[in-house]
């Protein structure tokens, strides 16, 4: 793995691409809010601080297996008197993984996916680590990534591994129309841009999405509700997606298809089809994960080495411009009988040291890596367009049966854009058919 530039990482398929795409998707999918619980309310004992760490990580993209083990090393030499003993699966065995393992404590620390805080928090199988949090990581931390671990305004984890959807335009494509990225701060913008290549018949249809029935609609959905002002949940806690933001997001995403501005073959794409139209010059600007910058520099695979420029997601009429959160995080199984030696572990593979040694394969958590000459000679198109986004970040509403919840508001998202409901009568039906899973 070498630079988020070129973004070595990223020009293999992500852990997204992974996770939305063939079996992943179906994988995914179909995790269920599992019954399992970590056992008793009270947490695990705190242990004595040594001894062995068992810890769950995942072995494919973000730190690579390499990365971790050397994490690992370093951490042996600076703490002799713990023994680390990792385990990788797959993303998609990840979640079933600690479901299972968590009765019998098999585990000290799991990584953990950003939509799952709700779920395992409620169950009892991760710890709240609120306590152990140090006084400064709110002001030092990225204040997206921040949230990440986060559940009922405690701390269930410490990010690792961020990630989010930047904008990605085609400024060969832009110049050629008389535009420029400069007028694309906004969604007014981009449309005005996307016409004004239309008109030009520059490319067919100029914005390429990834909205097809899987966790991809979600995050592109996410990233706009954000921008238009919206909110997943209540302060009640009850899903309000039919409302204000929510409903304007979507009447929006469905009029750039009705206007031709948008490839009508994005209601069936994921991001790695996404990622072949904008490479092909089928498509001029489209969202995507941090990996697609690398990916579109690979002359084996795209025919616009240097055209595409990353960017800041554009603001909506709110005048915000949120990133879905797309992170990882490090937690601490509930069932642990060995607590403290694995908040050590932690502690010290999610350092700002250890992290800046890494930035070419994940982006780092902590605000002033970004000011790091050292850190951003490895990615400098990417890290400071990341700085940004990720000091920003919305998150896919935090329920406990996510999945399930998930699975509802894209199905209605798609009877919107495909033309078989109006947007709000599509979220009408997604909010009433959500509201007896919301405290499932």
Known sequence: MKDIQDLSLLTQPSRRQLLLGGAGASALLALSACSVTGGKSNSGSTGSGTGTVHALFMQQAGYSTTDVGTMLKDFKAANPNITVVPTFVTYEALHDKIVTAAAAGTYDV???DVIWPAEFASKNIVADVTS??????QTTMLGGAFGTAQYNSKQYGVPWGMDTKLFYANSKMLSQAGASTSGLDTWDGVLTAAQAIKSKGIVKYPLVWSWSQAEAIMCDYTQLLGAFGGSFLDSSGKLAINTGGGVQALEWMRKTVTDGLTNPASTTFLEADVEKTLNNGQAAMGLNWTYYLGSSNDAKNSKVVGQITPMQTPAGPSGKRPGVNGAMALSISRGSKNQDAAWKLIEFISSQDQLNKYAGDALPIWKSSYNDSG????????????AKQLNDLILRPQVANYNAISQLIQTELQNALLGKKSAQAALDDAVKSASSLMNG
Do not use: E, F, H, S
């Not at 152990?132 to 990581?137: A, E, I, N, T, V």
């Not at 850190?375 to 990341?386: Q, W």
């Open 110 to 112: 799991v990584l953990i």
């Open 132 to 137: 152990r949090y140090p006084g400064d990581w």
């Open 375 to 386: 850190v951003l000679a490895k990615a400098p198109k990417m890290l400071p367009v990341a």
